[in-house]
C-alpha cells in the first residue's frame, strides 16, 4: 500500500508528536534517487542518508572513508525524491569530531547543498560543542549512541555495546546530555533492550531503535539489508524482508542468456 503524498510532512515535530502518541516511527536508510522515492512512497517517517554508503554504496568495510563531498551528493540525490519524509544526514567521520567550528560548516554545507531536513551526528559528551554550535544555526540534530561505526578502531568489533555497568551509565548520562542540549532524536545502535527501554521511558526525545529492542519509539535498518541485497551482513537483529540479491542475479543470467540466444530483443522489441 503506498501513501496519498497529499499527507502532512513529517517534520521533527511530528516526531515529538509521534512519541507522545506513543505512534512508533519507521526510518530505513537510503543513498540514492530511485530508492529514496519508493522509500518515501511506500510511507516511511524518516529516511536517513547514512554514512553506511561507505559500506554499501562504495564497497569500504567501515564507514571511515566516505567524504563530506560525497555524503552531499547522496543526500541531494536522496532529498530531490522525497515529498513526505523527513531527510536526516549523517556527518561524516573528521567532519565534526573534535572542532565545532568545522562542524557547524559541514552541517550548513549539507543543509545548504542538499536541502535536507536534519543532521546525525555519533557520540555524546566527546561532541557536545559540535552538537551546541550546529544547533546554534537551527540546524536540527539527531543524535547517535551505543555502537558507533566511526569510532570502530577505538571499540575494535561490532559487538554489542553497553553491557557493563560502567558503558550503560555512560550511555544513560550522554543520551540525557544529548536531550538537554536539544537533539530532537537519538538512535540507539546494539545495546541490550533493557537499556534502551529505560532510555526510551526516560527521555522525551524519540530513541529509534537497531538492535536495541522493540521498546523504544521507532526503528532503523540499512534498507540493502531489510531487500537481501547485501549476503554476507547477517547480526541477530536484521530482518530481511527479501531476497532481492538472488532475484537480481537471477534476472541478469536470463537477460545474459537472452543476449546470447538472440532471443532478446524479438520483433516487438524492435523498431
Ligand atoms: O549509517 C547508517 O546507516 C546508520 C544507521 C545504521 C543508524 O547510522
Known amino acids: 500500500m503506498s501513501v496519498h503524498l497529499n499527507v502532512r510532512k513529517v517534520t521533527t515535530h511530528v516526531l515529538h508528536e509521534m512519541k507522545l502518541k506513543k505512534e512508533k516511527i519507521s526510518m ?11 522509500i518515501d512512497q511506500a510511507g516511511i517517517d524518516v529516511i536517513l542518508v547514512g554514512d553506511s554508503a561507505s559500506n554499501v554504496m562504495a564497497g569500504y568495510d567501515s564507514t ?12 541531494s540525490s536522496v532529498v530531490r525524491a522525497v515529498k513526505r519524509a523527513l531527510v536526516v544526514v549523517d556527518l561524516p567521520f573528521g567532519s565534526y569530531q573534535g572542532n565545532s567550528k568545522l562542524a557547524l560548516s559541514s552541517a550548513i554545507r549539507i543543509m545548504k547543498e542538499t536541502g535536507a531536513h536534519a543532521i546525525k551526528m ?10 551546541k554550535r550546529v544547533l546554534s544555526a537551527g540546524i536540527p ?14 571499540f ?18 550522554d543520551a540525557y546530555l544529548l536531550e538537554e542540549t536539544g537533539c530532537f532524536a537519538i538512535v540507539l545502535e546494539k545495546i541490550p533492550a533493557k537499556l534502551a527501554e529505560r532510555v526510551a521511558k526516560e527521555v522525551l526525545i524519540p530513541i529509534i531503535g537497531i538492535g536495541a529492542g522493540a521498546k523504544v519509539d521507532g526503528q ?5 539489508d531489510l531487500l537481501g541485497i547485501t549476503q554476507e551482513f547477517s547480526p541477530r537483529f536484521l530482518r530481511r524482508y ?23 530483443p524479438n520483433e516487438k522489441e524492435s523498431y
Open 28 to 38: 530505513l536508510t537510503a543513498y540514492d534517487y530511485s530508492m529514496a522515492k519508493l
Open 122 to 131: 555519533e557520540g555524546g559528551a566527546e561532541i557536545k560543542d559540535s552538537v
Open 141 to 154: 540534530v539527531m543524535g547517535h549512541l551505543g555502537l558507533t561505526p566511526q569510532s570502530i578502531h577505538k
Open 64 to 75: 571511515l572513508p566516505i567524504t563530506l563531498d560525497e555524503m552531499i551528493y547522496h543526500a
Open 156 to 173: 575494535g568489533t561490532y559487538v554489542v555495546r553497553a553491557k557493563n555497568e560502567e558503558e550503560a551509565k555512560k550511555l544513560i548520562e
Open 220 to 224: 532503523v535498518l540499512v534498507i540493502h
Open 242 to 264: 527479501h531476497n532481492l540479491s538472488s532475484e537480481i542475479r537471477g534476472a541478469v543470467e536470463n537477460y545474459i542468456s537472452d543476449v546470447k540466444s538472440v532471443s532478446f
